[in-house]
T-cell receptor, first 113, second 118 residues
């Protein structure tokens, strides 16, 4: 059974700092991996999607990497801003047709000005 | 493009009462999902529809939860009777293609319904 773990559970950093969020998964037979952002009281917004054949994806100040063989992904946020404060969730799709996303518990990020 | 619409935003009920949530996916999206997110946890899939057929309801507590997607468009999730442990945010999501695998996994989420069972 696929399990997704995110470390740390919470992180506080001053504005301007670069930071890394970690995600690990137990079954390497994934189709893709996604990073989502969730603001309090809101739904989820997809940030980056990495297909299993890819090593990384970039969007603005965000960079996500994937090492399928070791079951790990990282989300790198450069030059953090207070507006980055949110919960970041990692989710995988197993390599079977029709399966839905399996989520980790998330990392809650607080960026202080 | 309009997003995934959900209602109500908040609901407070007493245990053993019934409650229903509604979701209208993005127009043209074939696949619809209901997720349950308990405080401090990641979302857990309850049920997945493709058009008006059920693809996966293995984690749906069928003794108290039910869901339907008539005409393959909007969907309703019902809980009857509710228990204290059902307190959570219920998220609806949709994707364009028949499965997230073929679609490349792009899901669009609604804002959710926050349920409190007292």
């Amino acid at each position: 059974k696929q399990e997704v773990t995110q470390i740390p559970a919470a992180l506080s950093v001053p504005e301007g700092e670069n930071l890394v969020l970690n995600c690990s998964f137990t079954d390497s037979a994934i189709y893709n991996l996604q990073w989502f952002r969730q603001d309090p009281g809101k739904g989820l917004t997809s940030l980056l999607l990495i297909q299993s054949s890819q090593r990384e994806q970039t969007s603005g100040r965000l960079n996500a990497s994937l090492d399928k063989s070791s079951g790990r992904s990282t989300l790198y946020i450069a030059a953090s801003q207070p507006g980055d404060s949110a919960t970041y969730l990692c989710a995988v799709t197993n390599n079977q047709a029709g399966t839905a996303l399996i989520f980790g518990k998330g990392t809650t990020l607080s960026v202080s000005s | 493009e309009a997003g995934v619409a959900q209602s109500p935003r908040y609901k407070i009920i007493e245990k053993r009462q019934s409650v229903a949530f509604w979701c209208n996916p993005i127009s043209g999206h074939a696949t619809l999902y209901w997720y349950q997110q308990i405080l401090g946890q990641g979302p857990k899939l309850l049920i997945q529809f493709q058009n008006n057929g059920v693809v996966d309801d293995s984690q749906l507590p069928k003794d108290r939860f039910s869901a339907e997607r008539l005409k393959g468009v909007d969907s309703t999730l019902k809980i009857q009777p509710a228990k204290l442990e059902d307190s959570a945010v219920y998220l609806c999501a949709s994707s364009h293609y028949g499965s997230p695998v073929r679609a490349g996994g792009k899901l669009f989420f609604g804002s959710g319904t926050q349920l409190s069972v007292l």
